[in-house]
């Protein structure tokens, strides 16, 4: 799926939510391009908090996606 691009001349009044949206795809593509091994070894021996900072935005994300796929039913 192509994501279309946020344009701030759409002059739309919550343009963060679209731009912090965006912001988050960005981030995760460039993370899923990273090293998974190393990746993995850092979340295992260092930085477990990471992956829980994952796991929460994670679920609130998919309490914005439900709302708004209920809604626009």
Avoid: G
């Amino acid at each position: 799926m192509k994501i279309k691009k946020f344009n701030e001349s759409e002059n739309i009044d919550n343009y963060m939510f679209f731009s912090n949206l965006e912001n988050i795809v960005k981030m995760a593509n460039t993370i899923l391009t990273m090293d998974k091994k190393e990746i993995d070894d850092m979340l295992t021996n260092r930085h477990d908090w990471a992956s829980d900072h994952v796991s929460k935005s994670s679920e609130m994300l998919s309490h914005v996606f439900d709302w708004l796929n209920s809604e626009n039913k």
